[in-house]
């Protein structure tokens, strides 16, 4: 495979770890991150911080829905072509395997796309009476079930990766004040290489807790979760080689609210501890220890919305072998900051953001550092000709510069977007989104690498907060 393709490899790494967009509204109109607030990119304590508590909060309607994404991608210097139906690689999957670490999954970038899943909600935010006259208290809880693919097709060799995934939160007040989650999670995801001859698992289970005090200008969530890990490798000659262990992820969230400021802050922290074996022999240990941090403004003044974004991330696996002596040891970061300035004009939004993103891989063994650098625009909008309609567009155009040591490895994607939604007698919301991308670099000139990504979802009101 060529070289050009190992540097665009890197480029769909730095373009995912950015934050996106997690729904076809905001995908149709410019992949606006920061801006505006909708479905799933709340500035509050579940969305933005991932405080399961916060989802008694997080909307105030029962509500059954759909979303997914279907992404297909083409090389035509290299031949080569993706298909990716939903995420086949989740936050969490991206998070416990030990991927960087080992080898598996590191070839098949992450891309922008959202899982397919069946969603249920119900909240009740008011305390009532059932049939029999039995109180009912106030409560929310909320059901995803999904399944991804992803697919890549090179030399007429296809390798893929599937994930069905499951999620339960469910999250009621203990007062006025003070609310209580808890949420359990699960998913398996399968890798096979070209021809079937290797294959990877990875199947986390478990889930988490959160408590947060909640008043009208100020929100502060804490979360632990607890997972316990199965990554299993198999081999050829039928040999396997697992790694099984513990994480540990706590998080801290703040929401501000003044005036028409809002200001949400997030602080998280990850340990994992596997232990490895092959054929009933000690292999050695892999740690990873986490750091992230991310916070965000948004300013709404009339008609404007300022916003002002900035994040932390890193990442460090150190693998051991039975006799102590380290490996592996290599230090992750990534380092975004963003903001944007937004119009809302009666039925139209318009929006215009930026980013700068700096990604470093510091191996600690061979003591050898590379860098990475992401920048960009989007530019976005929405109009509601009539109230039940909207029709939306965008442009993003993003330059990465992954700073391999090779002259001319820059890589510049233009992107269109293009959406509409429809909401059917005040029930019912359908949002489609699509996106066209194309990707060149400088080091081949014939090469270009295109993108068809459509987005859907799908929402029904059931009942109104209270009924």
Same mark, same amino acid.
């Given at each position: !495979? ?24 905001? !995908?149709? !109109?410019?992949? $606006? ?9 709340? $500035? ?11 989802f ?5 309607v ?12 083409? #090389?035509?210097?290299?031949s ?21 670490? =080992? ?6 970038p992450? %891309?922008?796309?959202?899982? #397919? ?12 009476y ?30 893929? *990766? ?45 889930? /988490? ?39 540990? &992820?706590?998080?801290? /969230?703040?929401? +501000?609210?003044?005036?028409? =400021?809002? #200001? ?6 990850? #340990? +994992? /501890? ?20 991310k ?8 008609f404007?919305r300022i ?30 900051? /963003? ?6 004009? @009666? ?42 309609? &909207? ?24 992107? *269109?977007?293009?959406? %509409? @939604? ?35 979802? !799908? ?9």
């Amino acid at each position: !495979m060529s070289y050009t393709y190992k540097i665009v490899l890197i480029v769909a790494f730095l373009t995912a770890a950015c934050s996106f967009a997690a729904d076809a509204r905001f !995908m149709g !109109m410019g992949n $606006l991150s920061f801006l505006f607030q909708d479905d799933y990119q709340r $500035l509050d304590l579940y969305d933005f911080a991932g405080i399961s508590s916060g989802f008694f909060r997080n909307d105030t309607v029962s509500f059954a829905g759909l979303h997914g994404s279907v992404l297909r991608e083409e #090389w035509e210097r290299d031949s080569v072509v993706y298909w990716a139906i939903g995420q086949a690689l989740p936050e969490k999957l991206q998070a416990y395997a030990p991927v960087e670490a =080992l080898g598996y999954y590191q070839s098949i970038p992450a %891309f922008e796309t959202i899982p #397919w899943e069946i969603i249920y909600v119900s909240r009740r935010t008011e305390e009532g009476y059932d049939y029999f006259g039995g109180q009912l208290s106030r409560q929310s809880w909320g059901f995803w079930g999904g399944y991804s693919r992803l697919s890549r097709t090179f030399d007429e060799e296809t390798e893929s *990766i599937s994930t069905p995934a499951l999620n339960l939160i469910y999250a009621r007040p203990f007062s006025d004040h003070l609310d209580f989650g808890v949420a359990f999670d699960a998913f398996y995801g399968s890798y096979s290489s070209p021809g079937g001859n290797y294959g990877a698992s990875l199947v986390p289970l478990g889930g /988490g807790a959160g408590l947060s005090y909640n008043d009208a200008k100020f929100d502060l969530g804490f979360n632990t979760e607890y997972h316990y890990l199965n990554f299993i490798f198999e081999y050829p000659s039928g040999t396997e080689e697992s790694f099984s262990g513990h994480a540990i &992820a706590p998080a801290l /969230g703040a929401i +501000i609210k003044v005036a028409g =400021l809002t #200001w949400a802050n997030a602080l998280g922290y990850r #340990w +994992i /501890g596997l232990a490895g074996s092959y054929n009933g022999n000690e292999l050695g240990d892999l740690g990873i220890t986490a750091y992230s941090a991310k916070t965000q403004l948004l300013y709404k003044l009339r008609f404007l919305r300022i916003a002002v974004y900035g994040s932390f991330d890193q990442q460090v696996p150190i693998y051991t072998d039975p006799g102590d002596s380290v490996e592996f040891e290599t230090a992750y970061q990534n380092y975004v900051l /963003g903001g944007g300035l937004g119009i809302v004009h @009666g039925p139209a939004l318009i929006g215009a953001e930026g980013f700068l993103q700096k990604v470093s891989t510091d191996d600690r063994v061979i003591e050898e550092i590379v860098k990475g650098d992401e920048w960009g625009v989007k530019i976005g909008l929405e109009i509601r000709p009539v109230r039940q309609i &909207a029709l939306r567009g965008g442009f993003n155009y993003i330059t990465v510069d992954p700073d391999v040591n090779i002259e001319d490895d820059i890589a510049k994607t233009n992107t *269109i977007t293009c959406g %509409f @939604g429809f909401n059917a007698a005040g029930k019912t919301r359908f949002d489609i989104g699509y996106n066209y991308k194309q990707t060149k670099t400088d080091l081949y000139t014939d090469e270009r690498i295109k993108d068809h990504i459509f987005f859907i979802y !799908m929402k029904h009101l059931i009942t109104e907060a209270g009924d």
